[in-house]
């Protein structure tokens, strides 16, 4: 989980297919409830994997003043990093280490 409420991160929303895949990774506690039984895993990056990321995204934006999160990434690459994280079994930076190597 993100200890810092300022930190960088990506918010990977988790649907059925995905807890299941938490679950079965031993990862769901790493889920956190987010709206209204809605639940969402939290990946962590820095400010450089950030700025690569909106380099390699156009669309991609920093919300720097309420969620410190990166949206409107695509759904391909959301999926990516979700695949990575439970691969991983990590939300830490090397995760998008990880997704950046393979872009």
């Known amino acids: 989980m993100n200890a810092d ?12 297919d995905r807890l299941e895949a938490l679950k079965k990774a031993g990862l769901a506690e790493m889920a956190r409830e987010k709206f209204a039984g809605m639940m969402l895993l939290e990946i962590n990056c820095t400010e450089d994997q950030k700025n690569s990321i909106q380099q390699q995204y156009p669309s991609a934006k920093y919300d720097s003043s309420t969620t410190h999160s990166i949206e ?22 090397e995760v998008i280490d990880r997704f950046l190597a393979k872009k």
């Open 5 to 16: 409420k300022n930190a960088i991160k990506i918010n990977v929303w988790i649907n059925d």
């Open 72 to 93: 409107l990434l695509p759904k391909a690459a959301k999926d990516k990093i979700f695949d990575l994280a439970v691969h991983m079994r990590s939300t830490g930076p």
